[in-house]
């Protein structure tokens, strides 16, 4: 126990003290803090108590950093989290890591070693952070709201997770931090990051390479999304009449316009990839073009003329063939305007409309019997998540745990808007961050029923949350892709003649730990087993529901079959 209880500390000392003074920085800031109390944060908690911010307890701190990340990637705002020293700082590594390569802006705050020197039981915890690309700011007795304001401006400017370290022995002292005159902190207010204007001939050039078109299309990311460039995009592709397609993480950005061909890369529809595939000059803005999207080097033809609009200083791919270095949204409009008096390309309008919702296609093509079964006798999971976007109710965010299973909901589930795609883990190639991001885009404020989608590997993985998702998401729906392995394995390495045994996992009754945690399940064999989906929807989608969907691994998700053709690659698994 900490030898500095907050009990024995009285309370106008306990509202000065350093932790008090970061507490304070950072309510004005953050809305929502997630994670696990101990002796390295006890006074910080105790003191958020006394601010407008929200704390929510999680089960582990992995699932702290998880919630705080899937929350701003829902729009909540700022991501913040909160860890003890030692153990519960390196629980932390594998979502804080995902941050820093997802370019989350989020601030972890944590316990950390006294300044008087280093227990028996520290660790370095300024080298681990930096080891995953996070910058550690330490606060001190006299400069806790500045370090704390600093480390919030670092996440922001950077687009980076942050660790936030209060020394232990500082944690409950009293600040020597200078006052105004009226006996409060300064607060001076967040500088935000100005937008990039992008330079004028750069727009020069990728405007006449779009004009002279025949096939143009627009490649749009989360990081359109982010800059709001989604209407100028839209008003750019009529000008054009060209395609527009989407990275996973952009999803709805279009929402329902008849020539948008729905996600690129390894999630897409073979029509979408085919018609992505036939054009020469393609616009990507706000996104990375990492190897799925780039379907493994297939998604453009070999003479397509790839242009990038990105923050980023150098381009992201190999296959850009001009880098506009700006904002996007700011881009796209001066795009716009040098494209006033430019007749369309006459592409999307000689081809029809590019198909209805190209993202729910149901052309399930073999494997499945036409009852949802494949000849195992398990359900094929195409058949399940087409069955599922029927029945969830239309108001949903989804939430994407990494696995084999990772491309069926966003294939198939009807998703309102990015911010309405959680997929926390994708930038590690991670599992088991399922749970805890329910709880974080639950938090985020958007009405409707959360939708998570999980495995039998990564559910494991994350099953101390699981109860967190039953106490605090207020309409919950829990998708186990239950196949009783760890499926991507199964298919990469079992499929080549190896040891198939590390691959399974035993059959868990997810349904019944559900149940035993307060929240209702629903074992799932058949489709039919999905009214207990659809008795939950009517008697008003509140609570949480589990459906332990029992899958066949028969079925090899399109993008795994095209990594196979290149060879065995790192992918989030399940």
């Known amino acids: 126990m900490s030898e500095h209880a907050s009990s024995t500390v009285p309370t106008s000392i306990r509202s000065s003290t350093v932790s008090a003074r970061v507490a304070q920085a950072l309510s004005r800031h953050v809305s929502e803090v997630f994670g696990v109390m101990g002796n390295g944060n006890a006074h910080l908690l105790d003191a958020l108590a006394s601010t407008t911010t ?33 153990a519960g700082f390196t629980n932390t590594l594998t979502p804080l890591a995902e941050a820093v390569m997802a370019q989350i802006p989020l601030v972890l705050v944590v316990g950390d070693a006294p300044t008087t020197g280093a227990r028996p039981w520290d660790v370095d915890q300024f080298q681990i952070a930096a080891g995953l690309g996070a910058p550690t700011f330490t606060v001190g007795r006299d400069d806790a ?72 299309l627009i490649l749009a990311g ?3 999304w982010l800059a709001d460039a989604g209407p100028v995009l839209g008003e750019l592709a009529e000008r054009l009449d060209a395609h527009t397609a989407t990275t996973a993480l952009g999803r709805g950005l279009f929402g329902s316009s008849p020539r948008d061909l729905g996600v690129a890369g390894g999630f897409a529809t073979e029509h979408a990839a085919t018609r992505i595939a036939e054009a020469d000059v393609v616009l990507v803005v706000g996104a990375g073009l990492n190897q799925f999207t780039m379907r493994f080097g297939e998604a453009f033809s070999a003479d397509a003329h790839v242009i990038q609009v990105d923050l980023a200083d150098a381009p992201t791919n190999a296959r850009v063939d001009e880098l506009i270095h700006g904002d996007a949204a700011l881009a796209a409009a001066g795009l716009l305007e040098r494209l006033s008096d430019g007749a369309g390309s006459g592409w999307v309008a000689s081809a029809g409309r590019a198909r209805p919702a190209p993202h729910l296609d149901r052309d399930l093509g073999d494997g499945s019997t036409g009852d949802g079964l494949c000849a195992d006798g398990r359900l094929d999971p195409r058949s399940l998540a087409h069955r599922l976007d029927e029945l969830l109710p239309a108001d949903r965010t989804v939430v994407q745990d990494g696995g084999h299973f990772i491309g069926w909901a966003p294939m198939y589930l009807d998703i309102p808007s990015p911010d309405r795609l959680v997929m926390v883990g994708t930038a590690y190639q991670s599992i088991g961050l399922g749970f805890p991001s329910a709880v974080g885009a639950a938090a985020a404020g958007h009405t409707g029923t959360t939708v998570l989608c999980t495995g039998d590997g990564g559910g494991l993985m994350a099953l101390p949350d699981l109860d967190t998702v039953i106490r605090t998401v207020p309409s919950g729906v829990i998708v186990v892709f239950n196949d009783a392995a760890y499926g991507a394995e199964v298919h990469q390495y079992g499929s080549r003649g190896l040891d198939q045994t590390p691959m399974l996992i035993d059959e868990v009754d997810f349904a019944a730990l559900a149940r035993a945690l ?28 589990l459906l332990d969907c029992r899958i066949s691994t028969s079925v090899v998700a399109p993008y795994l079959s095209e990594m196979m053709q290149q060879g065995p690659r790192p992918v989030a698994v399940d």
């Open 222 to 224: 989360r990081g359109a």
């Open 145 to 216: 709201t500045a370090t704390t304001l600093r480390a919030i401006e670092h996440a922001v400017h950077r687009r980076t997770a942050v660790v936030l370290a209060i020394p232990y022995d500082l944690a409950a002292v009293a600040s020597d931090e200078p006052l105004r005159a009226d006996g409060t902190p300064h607060h001076p207010a967040l500088v935000r990051p100005s937008r990039v204007e992008p330079v004028a001939r750069r727009l020069d050039t990728a405007a006449a390479a779009l004009r002279s078109a025949h096939r143009p």
């Open 518 to 545: 307060g929240g209702q399940g629903v074992t799932v064999d058949t489709l039919a087993d999905l009214d207990g989906l659809t008795d939950w929807v009517h008697a008003g989608a509140q609570g949480v529901l």
């Open 54 to 86: 929200r704390f929510t307890a999680m089960r582990h701190e992995a699932g702290g950093v998880a919630a705080a990340d899937a929350y701003a990637r829902a729009g909540g705002g700022l991501a913040a989290a909160t860890a003890t020293y030692g």
